[in-house]
C-alpha cells in the first residue's frame, strides 16, 4: 500500500476518558474495542484540533459542553488537557504540532503553550513556533503575528507560506458519523468539497467529483447494494437531491429512485464512499485524513469484505482511520494486525494500543482472523505498551521540545521525561 499517512504519532494527555497514550498510525488503522471503551473519545481528539482551526477554539470546545466536558474527569481533578501530533507533509516536510489548554474557574480556558516545528527534507532549515501563555517566546519567523490566550496560534501563523501547509492539511481532515436522516433531505448547493461530518452536503460534493472517480464509486456501491447501477444528482428548485438507478426483475430498463426512498444501508454506503474518494486524484483538493464512525452500521455482513476494499483503495491517497465492532469486516487473513489498535477501557480509563503479542503472533501464523478474535473476545492491548504502569510513564511523555525536532521521533529518543 501507498503510504499516504498524514499523522504519524499520536500523544494525548487528560482528553476525556483518556488520561494518556501514545500511538502510531498507517495508512489504515481500526480502532477496535467494546462500546463505551472510548474508541470515540480518540477520533474525536483528532477532530478537536480540525474543528479548532476551522472554527475557533471557543467553538470546539463549548460544542463538547465547555472545558468540563473535554479534559478528562478523575479523583485527581487534571487542570488541564494537551494534544501532540506528529505529521508528515506530502511534499517531504515532517514535524509536529502540540499545545496544551488549561481550565480557569469558573468554567474558563486559555492556551497555556502551542508548539509547530517543521523539519524540510533534506535537513532544510527548521521553521518553528512556541507560545506560552499569550506570548511569543521562540520562533523562526522574522515577524511574527501576535498571540492570544484564547485562540491557537497555528490560524494566526497560517497567513505565513511556512506555516500554511501544516495549518491547511490539520483542517481539512474529515470526521464522519453520516445521518441518512441528512442525506435524504433536500440539500442547498455548496460550494465545498469536503463532504460535511453528517453527509450534509453530499450531492454537492458528488457534483464535483471527477467522472472516473464517481465511476469508481458507483461500481463500489453496485457491489454493496446489488442492482445499483448510477447514482446522479437531481435539481429540485434551488434545492438538490440524489437520484439512483437500480434494476427491477422484469423490466429492462431500471428505475429511477430519490434519496428519500432508499435505505439506511445504501445511503450510509454512498456516504462513505464519498468521504474516502472525495477530492478524487487532485492533490490540490487532498483531504489528508478521514476519520470514520462504524462504516459496517445498516450494512448486510455479506458487504464487509467488499467495504474493507474500499477502506484500503482509499487508504492508498488519503490515511484512514475508523472505528468498528464488525468481526465480518475484519475477517480478511491478509489484513495487517499492525492496523489494529485495541481500545479497552480500566476504571474509567481508556487505554489504547497494539494487540497483544499473543494475538499477534497466530494472526501473523494464519491461525485465526483478527475477526475471528474479536468474536472471541481476544483483542487487547498488549500489556507491555498499555499496562497501569505503562501509562503512568506516558503521563510524563515530553509532549514540547523547544531545541529539536524529528530525531527523537524517529528514534523514540527523548520522549520521556
Given at each position: 500500500m501507498k503510504d499516504s499517512t498524514f499523522i504519524t504519532r499520536v500523544?494525548?494527555?487528560?482528553?476525556?476518558?483518556?488520561?494518556?497514550?501514545?500511538?502510531?498510525?498507517?495508512?489504515?488503522?481500526?480502532?477496535v474495542g467494546r462500546n463505551g471503551s472510548g474508541k470515540s473519545n480518540f477520533l474525536d481528539a483528532l477532530r478537536f484540533v480540525a474543528d479548532a482551526l476551522n472554527t475557533s477554539l471557543d467553538h470546539a470546545i463549548r460544542d463538547r459542553g465547555g472545558i468540563d466536558g473535554v479534559r478528562r474527569r478523575s479523583r485527581g481533578h487534571p487542570n488541564h488537557f494537551s494534544i501532540r501530533l506528529s505529521f508528515a507533509l506530502p511534499e517531504g516536510a515532517t514535524g509536529y504540532y502540540a499545545f496544551r489548554i488549561?481550565?480557569?474557574?469558573?468554567?474558563?480556558?486559555?492556551?497555556?503553550?502551542?508548539?509547530?516545528?517543521?523539519?524540510?527534507?533534506?535537513?532544510?532549515?527548521?521553521?518553528?513556533?512556541?507560545?506560552?501563555?499569550g506570548t511569543v517566546t521562540n520562533t523562526s519567523m522574522k515577524v511574527a503575528p501576535a498571540a492570544a490566550t484564547d485562540r491557537l496560534y497555528l490560524v494566526n501563523a497560517s497567513g505565513l507560506p511556512e506555516f500554511?501547509?501544516?495549518?491547511?492539511?490539520?483542517?481539512?481532515?474529515?470526521?464522519?458519523?453520516?445521518?441518512?436522516?441528512?442525506?435524504?433531505?433536500?440539500?442547498?448547493?455548496?460550494?465545498?468539497?469536503?463532504?460535511?461530518?453528517?453527509?450534509g452536503n453530499l450531492t454537492s460534493v458528488l457534483t464535483q467529483l471527477a467522472p472516473t472517480v464517481k465511476r469508481d464509486i458507483e461500481e463500489y456501491l453496485a457491489t454493496i447494494v446489488p442492482g445499483i447501477r448510477s447514482v446522479d444528482v437531481k435539481?429540485?428548485?434551488?434545492?438538490e437531491t440524489l437520484e439512483f438507478r437500480q434494476n427491477v426483475t422484469g423490466d429492462t430498463h431500471p428505475w429511477r429512485f430519490l434519496a428519500n426512498n432508499m435505505s439506511d444501508g445504501t445511503l450510509r454506503a454512498l456516504g462513505i464512499l464519498v468521504a474516502l474518494f472525495q477530492g478524487g486524484y487532485d492533490t490540490q483538493k487532498r483531504v489528508p485524513l478521514v476519520g470514520i464512525e462504524e462504516p459496517e452500521i445498516?450494512?448486510?455482513?455479506?458487504?464487509?469484505?467488499?467495504l474493507l476494499d474500499a477502506l484500503r483503495d482509499g487508504a492508498h491517497k488519503t490515511q484512514v482511520i475508523t472505528t468498528s465492532h464488525s468481526p465480518d469486516l475484519l475477517e480478511d487473513k491478509h489484513l495487517d494486525v499492525d492496523s489494529i489498535l485495541a481500545v479497552e477501557a480500566y476504571d474509567g480509563n481508556t487505554v489504547i494500543a497494539l494487540i497483544?503479542?499473543?494475538s499477534r503472533s497466530v494472526v501473523r501464523d494464519k491461525l485465526f482472523t483478527i475477526g475471528e478474535l474479536l468474536r472471541q473476545d481476544q483483542l487487547q492491548p498488549d500489556p507491555n505498551q498499555a499496562s497501569v504502569a505503562h501509562a503512568k510513564k506516558v503521563v510524563q511523555l515530553k509532549l514540547f521540545d523547544s531545541k529539536k525536532i524529528n530525531s527523537a521521533e524517529t528514534k523514540n529518543e527523548g520522549m520521556y521525561e
Open positions: 500523544f494525548l494527555k487528560n482528553y476525556k476518558s483518556i488520561a494518556a497514550c501514545d500511538v502510531q498510525l498507517g495508512p489504515l488503522t481500526f480502532l488549561g481550565t480557569r474557574s469558573p468554567g474558563g480556558y486559555k492556551v497555556q503553550t502551542e508548539e509547530c516545528k517543521i523539519q524540510h527534507e533534506f535537513l532544510g532549515p527548521e521553521e518553528y513556533f512556541r507560545v506560552d501563555n500554511r501547509p501544516v495549518y491547511e492539511a490539520f483542517s481539512q481532515m474529515g470526521f464522519y458519523n453520516l445521518n441518512p436522516d441528512k442525506i435524504r433531505e433536500l440539500q442547498d448547493p455548496d460550494p465545498g468539497d469536503v463532504l460535511m461530518r453528517d453527509g435539481d429540485f428548485g434551488p434545492k445498516a450494512l448486510h455482513p455479506a458487504a464487509a469484505g467488499v497483544d503479542e499473543v
